[in-house]
């Protein structure tokens, strides 16, 4: 199984950035997606998570109408939308996959596969 995650970068304050997360090797469709990310010495957040079949999605307070989380199965790909980041969103974006057939998670700990992390840098 690979995850993997592309489309980090640089922006301005207010600026956008459009995550995409890729995998290989499971059935995508059958998986429960978050996003997490973790800025230098801070620990692990949650920040999104989208679930399987019908795709119901889940913020963390921190994001919520700003960020906005999609799947698009068939190219086995989940994306985060980021909208009027913040120089307090600077971090390195990780996507991950739970089992199959279990709902949402915002405990990192109950993610089984993740990817390398893309850095995402807001600058003031």
């Known amino acids: 199984v690979r995850v993997m995650e592309s489309g980090g970068g640089s922006v301005h304050d207010g600026g956008s950035l459009n995550l995409s997360c890729t995998t290989t090797g499971l059935t995508f469709g059958a998986y429960a997606m978050g996003w997490f990310r973790q800025g230098t010495g801070k620990e692990r957040e949650w920040i999104a998570c989208i679930m399987w079949g019908v795709g119901k999605t889940g913020y963390a307070e921190s994001v919520k109408g700003r960020f906005t989380v999609s799947r698009d199965d068939a190219a086995n790909t989940m994306y985060l939308q980021m909208n009027n980041l913040k120089p307090e969103d600077s971090a390195m974006y990780f996507c991950?996959?739970?089992?199959?057939?279990?709902?949402?998670?915002?405990?990192?700990?109950?993610?089984?596969?993740w990817g390398q992390g893309t850095q995402v840098t807001v600058a003031s």
């Open positions: 991950a996959a739970r089992e199959p057939y279990v709902s949402c998670s915002d405990s990192w700990s109950d993610y089984k596969y």
